[in-house]
């Protein structure tokens, strides 16, 4: 085949997928410039790229619908089963971590309550202890008063009775 100027002319023996093999419409015969034709737009009344039916007139891509052929290659090699499993696990996994999510909101409420109780019987028993301190402090003084009287009033059998029960050695 005769090349012609301007025009790229790929490799026969290189076929891959998305090309076409169809030629570029032939220039009248009565349109030339020194034997050469002419594919310059003001040396012919039709359009540069030609018409439709010039290429739909080709042999080789008549009745091929490339949309068609590339949608049937893509539905033909995609299995949405994987894809249809993955997305329930997900969904159940989700499902599942939302169920552990709140069962966690509730046992931290609980938790919380607990802690407000306990915070609760602490302040409780701290103001308990702070009146047992303090009758334990006024007791104290009451028995030190009847000690140093009976230590004045009745000193012979205040000494007797002192050797006979010593007082606890504070620590």
């Known amino acids: 085949?005769?090349?012609?100027p301007g025009y790229y002319y790929p490799n026969p023996a290189h076929h891959g997928y998305g090309h076409v093999s169809?030629?570029?419409p032939e220039a009248p015969d009565s349109v030339t410039t020194s034997g050469v034709a002419s594919y310059e737009p003001s040396a012919t009344s039709s359009s540069y790229a030609g018409s439709a039916s010039d290429y739909e007139s080709?042999?080789?891509t008549a009745g091929v619908d490339l949309?068609?052929?590339m949608g049937d290659r893509l539905h033909g090699s995609f299995d949405p089963v994987p894809l249809d499993r993955s997305l329930a696990k997900q969904a159940q996994t989700s499902g599942e971590l939302n169920a552990k999510h709140r069962e966690l909101l509730e046992l931290q409420a609980?938790?919380?309550r607990r802690?407000?109780?306990a915070r609760a019987?602490?302040?409780d028993g701290m103001r308990a202890a702070k009146e047992v301190q303090k009758d334990l402090q006024w007791t104290q003084k009451r028995v030190d008063a009847l000690n140093d009287r009976a230590a004045r009033k009745y000193p012979e059998q205040y000494k007797s009775a002192q050797r006979r029960y010593p007082?606890?050695?504070d620590c």
């Not at 085949?1 to 012609?4: A, D, G, L, R």
């Open 1 to 4: 085949m005769p090349q012609k």
């Open 22 to 24: 169809a030629s570029p």
């Open 58 to 60: 080709s042999g080789t």
């Open 67 to 69: 949309l068609e052929y």
């Open 110 to 112: 609980l938790a919380q």
């Open 115 to 117: 802690l407000a109780g």
């Open 121 to 123: 019987n602490f302040t």
């Open 167 to 169: 007082a606890p050695i």
